[in-house]
Each structure stands twice: as C-alpha cells, then as structure tokens.
C-alpha cells in the first residue's frame, strides 16, 4: 500500500472543514497503526482477514483524489459512497460488541448507509475527511477483535439492532462471532466492487 497517501488523508483530515451532514469532526489516528495489547491466539487469527480486506480498500483508494473519488462510470458506485459505507458496519460493530460510543452521527448513517442513490454528494465530506473516519473506525475496533477468544465468538447482545438489514442479518448481528466475519466480508465484497470500479477508471487493481 501507498503509506505516503494514506498518511495524507489521516493527517490532513481535520484541517478540511466538514462539509454537509454527518462530516464528522474527530482527530485523525496515529499512523500507523498502534501498538496492541498481546493478542490471544485467536485474536491474531482474526486479525489477518480483518487487515487483510481493509489493505485492500486501502491499495485501491489510495490512488484516487478530490475529483475521481466522486468519479463512477455507468454501472458503478463513486469510492466516496464505499468508504461512508464500510465505515458505517465497523462503527455500528464496535457500538453494538465493542462498548464503544458511536463515532459517526445518526445524519451519517442516514446518507452512507443505504443505497448510493439517497446520497447528495454535493454535501457529501471531502474525500481526504472520509478516508480518515474509515481508518480511525478501523483502528479503533482492531484491539477488541485482538483481545476475542472463542467464547467470546458465542457470545450475543438483547440489543436492539436498528439497522435497515434483513432479519437474518440482525440475527448475525447480534452474535460476536457472526458480526466481524460479517464486516470482514461487507469489506472484501466492496473490494471487489471498487477493483472494478478502478479499473474502469484506469487505475492498477494489483489483485
């Protein structure tokens, strides 16, 4: 992955005045990422895949900018909706297992976590403020799934779940284990969407 561009849209994040709802105004991450409590075997396990899909994002979406991060050719979702969207599914796994407060606001989720047609993306964040929420919601939920054993992959919540998912999503939802095999796999499926969607823009897709 290309750290220098990376590093670019953790650290320039809050200098970019939000714009529109749901522009979240929160310091941008260490880079990289930090150092964890030593990690159950488990824990290290599930800590590739979870990496793995999110360097993925990260390879693709480091090679865009302002404009093409907005750029979606017939057939395709902009990278601007697939980052507001994965984010959305950490931070509601890291609110509903994690005993994390949200990080994004209920306006947020109300434009990135449907359909891509709901979005006004002319008051939608600046790409390089959007990128940021994705790492930080990233960084924030590794140390809880580092720190998971396997009775903790049984383990559900009475929570109410309050997304607009099928029931059998919410029924996935509410179990530990079922949850980050699910956003490890929302990030791969967009990934593949967003390798196409690269390509189609010229970009290298490197897998």
């Given at each position: 992955?290309?750290?220098?561009?990376?590093q670019?849209?953790?650290?320039?994040?809050?200098?970019?005045?939000?714009q529109?709802?749901?522009?979240?105004?929160?310091?941008?991450?260490?880079?990289?990422?930090?150092?964890l409590?030593?990690?159950?075997?488990?824990?290290e396990?599930?800590?590739?895949?979870?990496?793995?899909?999110?360097?993925?994002?990260?390879?693709?979406?480091?090679?865009?900018?302002?404009?093409?991060?907005?750029?979606?050719?017939?057939?395709?979702?902009?990278?601007?909706?697939?980052?507001?969207?994965?984010?959305?599914s950490?931070?509601?796994?890291?609110?509903l297992?994690?005993?994390?407060?949200?990080?994004?606001?209920?306006?947020?989720?109300?434009?990135?976590?449907?359909?891509?047609?709901?979005?006004d993306?002319?008051?939608?964040?600046?790409?390089?403020?959007?990128?940021?929420?994705?790492?930080?919601?990233?960084?924030?939920?590794?140390?809880?799934?580092?720190g998971?054993?396997?009775?903790?992959?049984?383990?559900?919540?009475?929570?109410?779940?309050v997304?607009?998912?099928?029931?059998?999503?919410?029924?996935?939802?509410?179990?530990?284990?079922?949850?980050?095999?699910?956003?490890?796999?929302?990030?791969?499926?967009?990934?593949?969407?967003?390798?196409?969607?690269?390509?189609?823009?010229?970009?290298?897709?490197?897998?």
């Open positions: 992955m290309t750290q220098t561009a990376t670019t849209a953790t650290q320039t994040a809050t200098q970019t005045a939000p529109g709802p749901g522009a979240e105004t929160i310091p941008p991450p260490r880079f990289p990422l930090p150092e409590v030593p990690a159950t075997p488990l824990g396990h599930l800590l590739r895949d979870f990496d793995l899909t999110y360097e993925m994002v990260c390879e693709l979406a480091d090679q865009y900018d302002e404009t093409t991060a907005l750029a979606a050719p017939d057939g395709h979702m902009p990278l601007l909706w697939y980052l507001g969207h994965l984010t959305c950490k931070d509601y796994v890291g609110t297992h994690g005993g994390f407060d949200m990080l994004l606001s209920l306006d947020f989720y109300e434009l990135w976590a449907g359909d891509c047609a709901t979005v993306f002319d008051r939608a964040p600046t790409f390089e403020h959007m990128y940021s929420l994705y790492h930080q919601v990233h960084r924030r939920l590794r140390p809880f799934v580092a998971l054993t396997p009775e903790d992959l049984r383990r559900g919540t009475d929570a109410e779940i997304a607009g998912v099928s029931d059998d999503w919410k029924a996935r939802l509410r179990v530990v284990g079922e949850a980050v095999s699910l956003i490890q796999m929302h990030d791969a499926y967009h990934c593949g969407q967003l390798g196409s969607l690269s390509s189609a823009l010229g970009m290298r897709v490197p897998f």
